[in-house]
């Protein structure tokens, strides 16, 4: 049995592999294979944390995650989005940023209890899809919990970490269900207000 390489070293690799110049979405997401769903819930958590993008990135991780629900290998984009380019130096100055990250984040998570790869896809795309809805709700600051449950379901599925993912689901059902809560209170608030 291979010994699996941490995502950290794949991205890494992908840096060095660049063409100088610009590079498509298509070639990262080709090159980053299996693993470019986890990678791209990341960095989309990651950027919905900046106050005011979070809906749009609501609506863009329901993408990928109705994909992974059909249980496909890797993200399909629309053409006119895959062939976009990206300069190669922007490019890098993102890994540089996330690499860090995801190597301390891999001291945490490491492949352990194995689980089935398509199920679990299955499943984390559900979660991914309804955690993106929360997103999209109006209501100051509240995208920064489902934003970093986002991330921690992302690390999870990509490091293959079976108890962290366990952990990180109990914790994403937690957060819709005070965002639930949220809603029904307000919708009872509104009827109670209207009856006065």
């Known amino acids: 049995m291979t010994a699996r390489v941490p995502t950290s070293t794949i991205m890494q ?3 060095e592999e660049a063409p100088s110049g610009h590079v498509s979405l298509g070639w990262v997401i080709e090159r980053l294979g299996a693993r470019s769903f986890g990678l791209l819930m990341f960095l989309l958590a990651l950027v919905a944390l900046v106050p005011g993008l979070s809906g749009l990135i609501g609506v863009l991780l329901m993408i990928p995650a109705f994909q992974m629900i059909m249980a496909r290998r890797a993200p ?3 053409r006119f989005i895959s062939r976009r380019q990206i300069p190669t130096a922007r490019l890098a100055r993102l ?3 996330v690499v860090p990250l995801l190597r301390r984040a891999e001291r945490l998570f ?3 209890w194995p689980t089935p790869f398509e199920t679990t896809r299955r499943v984390v795309g559900a979660v991914i899809m309804l955690l993106g809805v929360t997103l999209i709700e109006p209501v100051p600051f509240s995208h920064v919990i489902p934003s970093l449950v986002i991330m921690l379901v992302a690390i999870a599925y990509l ?3 079976g108890v962290m993912l366990c952990v990180a689901l109990a914790v994403a059902l937690a957060s819709l269900a005070i965002t639930v809560a949220g809603i029904w209170g307000t919708v009872a608030g509104v009827n109670f207000l209207d009856r006065l």
């Open 95 to 97: 890994i540089l940023r």
């Open 13 to 15: 690799a992908l840096l």
């Open 110 to 112: 490491k492949p352990r």
């Open 159 to 161: 490091e293959e970490d």
């Open 76 to 78: 399909v984009l629309p």
